[in-house]
């Protein structure tokens, strides 16, 4: 089985800017004017052009906004450096949301991307998450 994510926007330059200037990747394959592949994580990330107003899903009556929004599902971006990566992230449009936290697995910035999808960076410290995980 493999995993691709999908990332609505409605503009497909902004989002290639942020992704690759912000984040790091690199432009794989162009879909037309409507999609992007973007590669160098675990699974390819893909950006669908999909106008602000247009119906999220056939099943359901919301429509698309790009302003701040919350959704149960966000994308988390291992860093080496957390300053360095936040420096990079906030001068290609997200926005800080919360303060850089330092936990005992590691550190965490939460932030929103241009397109208003929450997205957070995270540096781990030691044995990153094996730090709190119960040993069985």
Not at 41 to 69: D, N, W
Not at 78 to 103: K, M, P, S, Y
């Amino acid at each position: 089985m493999a995993l691709l994510v999908n990332i609505d926007v409605d503009d497909l330059e902004k989002g290639v800017d942020f992704y690759c200037r912000g984040l790091g990747l690199r432009v794989g394959r162009r879909f037309g004017e409507f999609a992007i592949e973007l590669l160098g994580l675990g699974a390819p990330l893909y950006l669908l052009v999909k106008p602000a107003g247009t119906s999220a899903s056939p099943m359901s009556s919301q429509l698309r906004t790009y302003g701040r929004h919350w959704t149960p599902v966000h994308l988390d971006f291992v860093v080496d450096d957390i300053d360095t990566a936040l420096q990079r992230v906030l001068a290609a449009g997200a926005v800080l949301e919360r303060d850089t936290t330092t936990q005992v697995w590691g550190k965490l910035a939460v932030l929103a991307d241009p397109f208003g999808h929450g997205i957070c960076l995270v540096e781990f410290i030691g044995r990153g998450y094996d730090e709190i995980a119960d040993a069985e």
